[in-house]
């Protein structure tokens, strides 16, 4: 699909294994001992990289709220107060550990410093992650005196990527709220958790804001959590139909706006949000959507063949 869009094209290697593309969404399965050779396709913005199956990143907003500042100056010497955990599909079981001293002397030489252990396990029908955080409190016979202090509470962010949308949710036993939107604008003040999906990633958003960081459960339960492969490369031909839309409303080019009943590519550059709205209380809605998703890129690139056909005509 992606080469009759008139992208470049590229061939890459991969390793054996599974691997995610990050941009799209796209996942690859190499059985072969040697490696694979594929083909792929990107516009001027995108650079290939792609996650092995199965990895678990961390990753800090550029921007952790409100009240901070957006530099990126300095940061090492900030505390975690949010940590972004984004899972990727590909594995039943996955792990990774977060260091974390001051930023600034060197305390962590006499073990000054801290780790929050994350893992998690998933089948066919429940997801669950646990992280617990613990300060090193250094050497004992060491005269200096620590300068590391672990927070007590931060704000966890998960990313389930590729996933369907859970039947329900729960922290510690607590089972979590499902938002539709922006959490700041729907959650009471003594809520401090809550789960949305991400239709334009394709991904369950789980939120759990200023909690302690000794140690915290998150099980996600559902029919079909099993079934990434359905979902890959939603993401990357949501993003690209949306760049399209944008361009063609500029010129005021873009197809359907005269005849409602088609409209293919503005129904796919919306398809994220489409998804986002069905998948709290619409799950069979939802998975209709996904299967049509494939027909829906192919009727959006004939409606831009035909559009350039019309102009080269005129």
């Not at 590729?162 to 510690?172: G, K, M, T, W």
């Not at 949306?242 to 409602?260: A, I, N, Y």
Request: aromatic share 10%.
């Amino acid at each position: 699909l992606a080469g009759r869009a008139g992208l470049s094209r590229l061939n890459i290697w991969l390793p054996p294994g599974s691997w995610v593309e990050q941009h799209s969404g796209m996942v690859f399965n190499v059985p072969s001992p040697a490696g694979q050779e594929i083909t792929r396709y990107y516009d001027i913005s995108e650079v290939p990289v792609f996650i092995r199956g199965g990895a678990m990143l961390t990753t800090l907003p550029s921007i952790e709220d409100a009240h901070q500042s957006s530099t990126l100056i300095g940061r090492a010497r900030q505390q975690y107060h949010t940590l972004q955990l984004t899972v990727y599909p590909g594995a039943s079981e996955g792990r990774c550990q977060i260091y974390e001293d001051d930023g600034v002397s060197r305390s962590y030489e006499k073990g000054d410093f801290g780790w929050t252990n994350v893992s998690y396990t998933r089948n066919s029908t429940s997801f669950t992650l646990t992280a617990h955080s613990a300060h090193n409190l250094g050497l004992r016979n060491d005269p200096r005196p620590t300068t590391f202090s672990f927070p007590k509470k931060r704000t966890y962010i998960v990313h389930i990527l590729n996933a369907f949308p859970p039947r329900e949710v729960n922290f510690n036993g607590v089972r979590v709220k499902p938002i539709q939107g922006t959490p700041s604008k729907n959650l009471g003040e003594n809520e401090n958790y809550s789960w949305s999906y991400d239709g334009v990633s394709a991904a369950v958003v789980i939120r759990l804001v200023s909690i302690s960081t000794k140690k915290i459960q998150v099980t996600v339960i559902g029919d079909t959590l099993d079934v990434e492969d359905r979902l890959s490369g939603i993401k990357g031909g949501i993003k690209r139909a949306g760049m399209v839309k944008h361009l063609l409303d500029e010129v005021r080019q873009t197809p359907g706006s005269m005849q409602p009943n088609k409209a293919f590519m503005q129904r796919l550059a919306v398809f994220g949000e489409r998804l986002s709205y069905v998948a709290l209380n619409e799950y069979s809605t939802f998975t209709s959507l996904v299967s049509s998703f494939v027909d829906l890129i192919n009727n959006a690139i004939d409606e831009l063949y035909e559009l350039k056909a019309m102009v080269n005509f005129r």
